[in-house]
């Protein structure tokens, strides 16, 4: 019955050493294979292009109701008087804020502070003007019309972010990552015009919702920083934009370019 006993004893001495070994090794696996989540922020600056867009203008009072047909708008980078004698907020500029949850996905708030402005060019003016139809084509001045986006088109976007190594790890001094980026948001301008005499009070407002799709290249740089190059288009559709006794709305796509540097921690 001894020898019953301790034949039983080893065996179960045997399952018992393999599964602590089992359970040690595991664990040890799983501490040094864990991701550990980190937070990232980067500043940076952009170039953006914007498509031909309709200016619908809206005031009863004055018994207008008209738009302004595929009108050309232009950024203003703020560059152009030279770089140290700008202030970082002054230029065309953009900042990301996002959190890695693991080796391929990030969430990300990510806001591009855009300028629109519409420049000298022939303008087509369709609809309801003073009471009257008018279809009718004029070159714009800075008097007949002064239309601007200028303290900020401002896209704000909530992203979803896939990375994709292409060299390096994520325990690497450097590394070369590219990441897709996706998401909607809203758009918060400062509208500042000047419709045929009429002038509004400049101010920011909420304007309306935008998405974004965004390709980015990321060169880590000593694990915690780096350099990111970036396309995105965006389309943002604006409406209820206070003018004077009025309101205004349009839609564009943008597309945009950036280069912003980053920190991780």
Same mark, same amino acid.
């Given at each position: ?6 034949? #039983? ?5 045997? +399952?018992? *050493? ?38 619908? %203008? ?20 703020g560059?152009?008087?030279? +770089? #140290?004698?700008?202030?970082?907020? +002054? /230029? ?16 990300? %708030? ?10 000298? $060019? ?5 609809? +309801?003007?003073? !009471? ?5 084509t ?18 704000f ?6 990375? *994709?190594q292409?060299? !390096? ?9 590219? &990441? &897709? ?13 000047? %419709? ?5 009070? /400049?101010?920011? $407002? ?5 998405? !974004? ?6 060169f ?6 780096? &350099? ?9 559709r604006?409406?209820?934009?206070? %003018?004077?006794? !009025? ?19």
């Amino acid at each position: 019955m001894l020898n019953s006993f301790m034949k #039983l004893f080893k065996k179960k001495l045997k +399952i018992s *050493v393999v599964l602590v070994l089992l359970f040690c090794n595991t664990k040890e696996l799983w501490a040094t294979s864990k991701y550990i989540p980190r937070f990232y922020f980067a500043w940076g600056y952009n170039k953006e292009w914007y498509t031909k867009s309709d200016i619908h %203008i809206k005031q009863a009072s004055l018994s207008n109701n008209f738009a302004f047909v595929k009108v050309k708008g232009v950024d203003k980078p703020g560059w152009n008087t030279g +770089i #140290l004698n700008k202030e970082l907020t +002054i /230029p065309q500029y953009n900042y990301r804020l996002g959190y890695k949850i693991n080796s391929k996905w990030w969430v990300e %708030i990510n806001f591009d502070h855009t300028k629109y402005q519409v420049q000298h $060019q022939t303008l087509h003016m369709k609809g +309801i003007y003073l !009471g009257r139809e008018i279809d009718s084509t004029f070159e714009r001045t800075p008097k007949n019309l002064q239309y601007q986006l200028n303290n900020g088109a401002n896209f704000f976007l909530f992203n979803a972010v896939r990375k *994709v190594q292409l060299l !390096g790890t994520d325990s690497s001094q450097t590394a070369l990552n590219l &990441l &897709l980026k996706g998401g909607i948001g809203f758009v918060y301008p400062h509208v500042e015009n000047n %419709i045929l005499g009429y002038k509004n009070t /400049p101010h920011f $407002q909420f304007g309306g919702f935008d998405a !974004g799709l965004e390709t980015a290249l990321q060169f880590v740089l000593f694990k915690h920083f780096f &350099l990111e190059y970036s396309q995105k288009v965006v389309y943002a559709r604006y409406s209820n934009l206070k %003018i004077y006794e !009025g309101t205004a709305r349009q839609n564009f796509a943008c597309y945009e370019m950036t280069l912003s540097a980053g920190l991780q921690f």
